[in-house]
């Protein structure tokens, strides 16, 4: 029986093929983003709104904790492709003709509860990975506010003490450790999470499946991935640097992107569709 257990457990699953594509291709996500936006601006936009308001809750209750506040916004960018789920169904809705409403946002986030109860597979899965990216987020929050609080010669409470001991210290060793250990964490959540969002929620796979596949991807377009994500940091950036103004936009474009990104990169038309799911996953 153990070994038959390791051997279940060492197996890999059935993943999706993996396409090799250009290194300039996520400007072709981009420019596909773009054209989602523009034929459903108001649902697209509205998504970007809710971003700004969070973030606006984020820094009124951390405008004298800026070491916590540093930790929780840059932590958009691990729970970034959960809050986009909806993003990827309206993207997907254009790219079958369908009607793009508030109907489909309401079905996107209720979904799970009754696949859940009905143990019919869905969109369960995205939920407990979902619940791994808010605890990465989580995790990084705590780590960053440590780093800024004991490495810090000053105490840092508000956005000038971080610009001026962190960002601007005449060394810069804090801010260089802050970068490099955000990177480090970031990276294994950037390639388990690339695709696997957009693949749960068009096929019928596992969360280890999606996981798996993401890697792969990857693995497969080292170039493209790395500009893919050195965009995403930038337009991030950018949005959180316009006073969070600039999420509006960026928060529908990346989420589009994310679409087009797994429609490009991945062959899973051998899994079942999810809405033609008739058995458990798990």
Not at 243 to 266: F, K, N
Request: net charge positive.
């Amino acid at each position: 029986m153990p070994t038959c257990l390791s051997a279940c457990l060492l197996t890999p699953p059935p993943l999706a093929p993996v396409r090799t594509i250009a290194w300039s291709r996520p400007l072709v996500w981009l420019s596909r983003a773009v054209r989602d936006i523009s034929k459903a601006p108001l649902i697209s936009l509205a998504h970007g709104l809710a971003l700004i308001l969070i973030g606006a809750a984020i820094l009124t209750l951390g405008h004298n904790r800026f070491w916590l506040m540093a930790g929780a916004l840059s932590g958009f960018l691990v729970v970034g492709p959960l809050v986009a789920t909806s993003l990827y169904a309206i993207s997907r809705a254009i790219e079958r003709g369908e009607v793009a409403d508030w109907g489909l946002i309401r079905r996107t986030w209720t979904q799970w509860q009754s696949c859940h109860a009905t143990g019919r597979g869905g969109y369960w899965c995205m939920v407990r990975f979902g619940a791994l990216l808010a605890l990465a987020a989580t995790g990084w929050v705590l780590i960053s506010a440590s780093l800024i609080t004991v490495m810090s010669p000053v105490r840092v409470q508000t956005l000038q003490d971080f610009m001026v001991h962190v960002v601007l210290a005449r060394d810069g060793q804090l801010f260089v450790q802050w970068m490099a250990l955000g990177s480090f964490l970031a990276a294994p959540i950037f390639a388990s999470s690339v695709v696997a969002m957009p693949l749960m929620l068009d096929r019928r796979v596992t969360v280890r499946q999606a996981v798996l596949t993401s890697w792969s991807v990857v693995l497969a377009n080292p170039g493209p991935m790395a500009l893919w994500a050195a965009l995403i940091v930038m337009l991030t950036l950018l949005g959180l640097g316009s006073y969070l103004l600039g999420l509006l936009v960026v928060m529908p474009l990346l989420g589009h992107a994310s679409w087009h990104a797994y429609r490009d990169l991945v062959d899973a038309s051998a899994f079942p569709a999810r809405e033609d799911a008739t058995g458990p996953v798990v």
